[in-house]
């Protein structure tokens, strides 16, 4: 799976790695930044990473 990090502030960018590995990132780096999202939102962040991470798949067609 190929992920690119939707946060604008963020450059992560990474090829053939695991949901589990891009969902570490998230929370090492954008913990705050999903919390207040849940905290605006009233969604779990749990609910929140699991959006991410949906939003920053890439499919490409080749
Ligand atoms: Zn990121």
């Known amino acids: 799976?190929?992920?690119n990090c939707v946060f604008p502030s963020c450059n992560?960018?990474?090829n053939n790695i695991e949901e589990?590995?891009?969902l570490k990132h998230l929370k090492e780096k954008h913990k705050e930044e999903m919390e207040e999202v849940?905290?605006?939102t009233c969604?779990?962040?749990?609910?929140?990473e699991m959006?991410?991470?949906?939003?920053?798949k890439v499919?490409?067609?080749s």
């Open 12 to 14: 992560y960018k990474q």
């Open 38 to 40: 849940s905290n605006k």
């Open 43 to 48: 969604i779990p962040v749990t609910m929140v």
């Open 59 to 61: 499919f490409i067609n």
């Open 20 to 22: 589990e590995e891009f």
């Open 51 to 56: 959006m991410t991470v949906s939003n920053s």
């Open 1 to 3: 799976m190929n992920f």
